[in-house]
T-cell receptor, first 115, second 113 residues
Framework: DADVTQTPRNRITKTGKRIMLECSQT?????MYWYRQDPGLGLRLIYY???????NKGEISDGYSVSRQAQAKFSLSLESAIPNQTALYFC??????????????FGPGTRLTVL | QKEVEQNSGPLSVPEGAIASLNCTYS??????FFWYRQYSGKSPELIMS????GDKEDGRFTAQLNKASQYVSLLIRDSQPSDSATYLC?????????????FGSGTRLQVQP
């Protein structure tokens, strides 16, 4: 079984709809991240969380919100989707071992299309 | 200036050759450096991490770090067609208290059979 799972894997929606992307992990990691990837722009950080009570904005958080329901679950919501949020979305996790600080492991991704 | 810069490529090398991928970063305080491989349409996969100046070898991969010159590189020896992918460089971010990573936009590597 995959250590980091994302649902759905593909989603097509319309402008103005509310969308939730879910991430679950069985790695036992405390730290979880949401990124989006656009062609030629690399990975950009949306939100990150170091535990269920610690949630932080990344560089492109506008238009997004998150919920850390449990150590193993981190959801990303688009309150009112717009076409320029069409992208590939990745969830990632990392552990707290200082020697391996920031080594992140990625889920399979969600391809979101907003029409 | 971008925080992490990579040549987008494509870098084309023949099978069996050494592929050299380079990355420069702007934050002198960066402490952790990573190379990820990403096949088209797939998620990034961690292949190397390096934290100290010098070389770190793992199989056919060698990561090289030079903090004084602010660059990190990845060498792939005996390149194989299966190495054809985009390689992402990442460093820990100062604006998150070193708690998250900044990624470069990646270098596309093509290994010709």
């Amino acid at each position: 079984d995959a250590d980091v799972t994302q649902t759905p894997r593909n989603r097509i929606t319309k402008t103005g709809k509310r969308i939730m992307l879910e991430c679950s992990q069985t790695k036992g990691h405390d730290r979880m991240y949401w990124y989006r990837q656009d062609p030629g722009l690399g990975l950009r950080l949306i939100y990150y969380s170091f535990d269920v009570k610690d949630i932080n904005k990344g560089e492109i958080s506008d238009g997004y919100s998150v919920s850390r329901q449990a150590q193993a679950k981190f959801s990303l919501s688009l309150e009112s989707a717009i076409p320029n949020q069409t992208a590939l979305y990745f969830c990632a996790t990392s552990g707290q071992d200082r020697a391996l600080d920031n080594e992140q492991f990625f889920g399979p991704g969600t391809r979101l299309t907003v029409l | 200036q971008k925080e992490v810069e990579q040549n987008s490529g494509p870098l084309s090398v023949p099978e069996g050759a050494i592929a050299s991928l380079n990355c420069t970063y702007s934050d002198r305080g960066s402490q952790s450096f990573f190379w990820y491989r990403q096949y088209s349409g797939k998620s990034p996969e961690l292949i190397m991490s390096i934290y100290s100046n010098g070389d770190k070898e793992d199989g056919r991969f060698t990561a090289q770090l030079n903090k004084a010159s602010q660059y990190v590189s990845l060498l792939i020896r005996d390149s194989q067609p299966s190495d054809s992918a985009t390689y992402l460089c990442a460093v820990n971010r100062r604006d998150t208290g070193r708690r998250a990573l900044t990624f470069g936009s990646g270098t596309r590597l093509q290994v010709q059979p």
